[in-house]
RNA sequence: GGUCGUAUAGCUCAGUUGGUUAGAGCGUUCGAUUCACAUUCGAAAGGUCUCUGGUUCGAAUCCAGAUACGACCACCA
């Protein structure tokens, strides 16, 4: 044996395991189903600690159960991650100077495809090399036919229960990015920006005027009211008076209405329905116009006169030169601080923008699934989250599912041309041009045909007929452009994995233990829950479990500006894949963060070598049988086994990890290597018993340090099973 | 503003559900090497368990309040 634990072998151990079809379970009738669904990684991105930190505990409970005798099933897959790989893809188009409006949405759909599956085996890989013993031939890509399918045919079901609905709503739309977000995906920044009073001439006393506070005044010229606070006794006499639009002239009554602060600014609001969700509210209350200022390209519509065509900071600037020269501007406050909605991907200035989209009715969702959880039929594990998660069902907003990328899945929507000629295409015609405009005129010039195929984008009126289907259900029909959410499909994903396979579903399902990292708490273990509840009316796992972040060692969240970012197979490559498994599990808890440093890592990868080298005292040390004195210190040890036995079990099936990770740690260390060693050395003890000992302790280890235990327990001469992988439980 | 969480050794964290003397990893100090392991071993220093009050025979643990820090959500014309 080599004097110390050599981690480059992890491959080969890997490899037997593989080939022991181990990791794939039976479906036999008396074993206890055990199942965990991998929370899908980004198909296209290499491992972070984060994953490394899912693929211990996962794989933790995946051998623990499947040396407990049960059918354990961990289910793999990656996710396309539409925004993200998309976002991603964008960046490299932009390096060959070109964009994704070079192409039509079937060629770019195509380029992602081809980009991500040259990617994709890097996270597999990975995972394998951190020991992962998933059952690789259940593997499902979010994207596969058949995964589609399903997504469709869920589709189809919310809308035949009169769940989904399409209706303009604002959105919060990227300019550059090109898509709208959900509330989720919108991040709020502190910025320092002017805020401007704005003065609007009283009509019929021009030479009085009423102040507004704003930092937005490029969509000025589509205003058409003011607001003031019924119950603002200041300002009460301004309702019903009629001032001048500082840019255009036109007439705007000044309303009322309650959700105006008297307080804040100057108690007076200009009210933009059409690109802001508080005006949005008061527009649809009042009945008033709702006039587009901004296109979805981020530049004025050609209704703002000599500023037409200018992008919104642009027109701003030149707004607020145009006001200030003729008198409007009272005064302007230039530290202004505020916090704006920005893009969580590309953090530009997220425009609210009215946009027909896909809704989803949210509330007969949330309602079974708060119940499950107040019945326990679903327990959540990490600190606090359990009321998170339920305060999010309580106050969840319908979810728009909508999205304006080609990188996902496409909305099997169908609008047929003849009753919607006003839908307005961009598409790239034969000759290589971009052409834009309204179906019903350009099919004066362009055979249907020649539009599908070289489709970028549609938007088809809120008032637009549609049919669902998941094939074109007919001629002269188009197909909506938008694809899903990602989180739409993969709320499906436990049901839908186990669903895609004969026989999976019923054995299966519902499936043991979700556990992810509690920041997708919201997008994804929520969704599950909502989406899994209706398409199977169980929930979808009896146990959520939820690890924290990880973070340095000073606590500082992992980033690439910081340049703190630990690649975890670098730490594998150093210290074995067991070291870094034992020190992301060991005494951490579910639910609060973790701070993980290499000195951490080397310290377990010195537990790992420990292991080895006990192994080696008992495979290479004295074979003679110590002649006892008495019987008694043997019967200690072997008590003492049983209990440790009995306590490990109890910590792993109670799901505490970090606690059983530590026993075992401190037992191994400190009572059988310090104490049960030196009792052989010294004649008390039999060789028997040390031997033993020993194998129960690398069966209660193995699932935390799969490799070295392995790798010892090889170096055994006598084996119950081939490898350790399939070996049982110890029982008490 | 709302919801939630955290506070334990120099640093990073556990603490098995209220029970002797509160633990680990890393770090520090002193000592040890032909012995399974220097990726080791032995020894040591290091804690008013944030503060105040309460419940209890008994509190790091339960309750109330204070302070500090953190997360998420809402909102800022």
Not at 101 to 125: C, H, M, P
Not at 444 to 450: C, F, R, W
């Amino acid at each position: 044996m080599e004097k110390a634990y050599n981690q480059a072998h992890e491959t080969d151990i890997y490899q037997k395991w593989e080939e022991s079809k181990s990791f794939t379970p039976e479906k036999d009738p008396n074993k206890k189903p055990f199942t965990i669904i991998m929370p899908p990684p980004n198909a296209n991105d290499p491992l972070h600690v984060g994953h490394a930190m899912f693929v211990s505990v996962e794989d933790i409970l995946i051998r623990y159960h499947r040396m407990k005798g049960d059918a354990a099933l961990w289910l793999p897959g990656t996710d396309h991650a539409g925004i993200e790989t998309q976002f991603v893809f964008e960046k490299k188009l932009a390096k060959d100077g070109k964009s994704r409006f070079d192409f039509d949405r079937e060629t770019l759909f195509a380029k992602i495809w081809e980009y991500v599956q040259d990617n994709s085996g890097v996270a597999v890989a990975q995972m394998k090399r951190l020991g992962a013993s998933a059952d690789w031939d259940r593997f499902t890509f979010t994207l596969d036919p058949n995964v589609v399918t399903f997504v469709y045919n869920t589709f189809e079901r919310l809308h035949k229960d009169n769940l989904v609905y399409r209706a303009e709503k604002l959105v919060n739309y990227c300019v550059k990015c090109g898509t709208g977000y959900s509330e989720l995906e919108v991040e709020y920044e502190e910025r320092i920006d002017p805020l401007y009073y704005v003065k609007y001439p009283i009509k019929d006393s021009p030479s009085e005027f009423v102040t507004v506070a704003t930092v937005r005044p490029e969509p000025l010229f589509a205003d058409t009211h003011l607001a003031v606070n019924p119950k603002d006794k200041k300002r009460k006499h301004l309702v019903g008076v009629t001032v001048l639009n500082p840019l255009t002239g036109a007439e705007m009554p000044i309303i009322a209405d309650e959700f105006v602060d008297p307080a804040f600014g100057t108690g007076v609001v200009k009210l933009t329905p059409a690109h802001d969700a508080n005006d949005w509210a008061v527009a649809e209350k009042h009945n008033l116009p709702r006039n587009v200022a901004i296109t979805m390209q981020g530049k004025l519509t050609d209704k703002a006169g000599q500023f037409a065509g200018l992008r919104v900071l642009e027109a701003r600037k030149q707004i607020v030169a145009f006001l200030t020269t003729n008198g409007f501007i009272e005064k302007v406050d230039e530290k202004y601080s505020h916090r704006i909605a920005t893009c969580y991907r590309c953090h530009s200035v997220i425009e609210p923008l009215p946009l027909p989209q896909f809704f989803i009715s949210v509330k007969p969702l949330t309602e079974p699934a708060l119940l499950a959880i107040k019945n326990k039929q679903v327990k959540i594990h990490g600190t606090g989250r359990e009321k998170i998660l339920v305060n999010w069902l309580k106050n969840l907003r319908d979810w728009n599912v909508s999205r304006q990328i080609v990188w996902g899945i496409r909305i099997p929507v169908w609008y047929e041309v003849a009753k919607n000629p006003n839908i307005s295409v961009t598409f790239l015609s034969e000759s290589g041009e971009k052409v834009r405009g309204e179906l019903g005129e350009l099919l004066n010039h362009y055979p249907l045909s020649e539009i599908t195929k070289g489709l970028q984008s549609l938007i088809a009126p809120n008032d637009s007929t549609f049919v669902i289907s998941q094939n074109n259900p007919g001629d002269g029909y188009i197909q909506e452009t938008d694809t899903f959410d990602t989180w739409f499909s993969s709320g499906q994903w436990p049901v839908v994995t186990l669903k895609v396979r004969e026989g999976d579903f019923e054995y299966f399902y519902p499936t043991s233990v979700m556990e992810t990292a509690y920041d997708i708490l919201p997008f994804w273990v929520m969704r599950m829950l909502m989406l899994g509840l209706y398409l199977t009316n169980e929930v979808p796992f009896t146990d959520v479990y939820f690890h924290g972040l990880i973070r340095d060692e000073q606590g500082r969240k992992m980033s690439k500006s910081v340049g703190n970012v630990i690649n975890p197979i670098d730490l594998v490559e150093k210290y074995g894949s067991d070291a870094l498994r034992m020190a992301l599990v060991m005494s951490t808890t579910p639910g609060t963060d973790n701070n993980v440093g290499e000195s951490k890592v080397r310290g377990m990868r010195n537990f790992s070598n420990k292991i080895w080298n006990a192994t080696r005292y008992v495979v290479e040390g004295s074979k003679e049988e110590p002649v006892l004195a008495s019987k008694l210190r043997d019967e200690e040890v072997l008590t003492h086994i049983s209990e440790i036995v009995d306590t490990a079990t109890k910590m792993l099936d109670s799901l505490k990890l970090g606690l059983a990770a530590e026993y075992l740690y401190q037992e191994f260390w400190r009572w059988y290597c310090d104490q049960v060693i030196e009792m052989h050395k010294k004649g008390e003890i039999t060789t028997k018993t040390l031997t033993r000992a020993l194998h129960t302790f690398l069966n209660l280890l193995h699932p935390f340090a799969p490799y070295v235990t392995e790798a010892s327990y090889q170096q055994l001469s006598d084996k119950k099973t081939p490898l350790l992988i399939t070996a049982s439980w110890p029982v008490k």
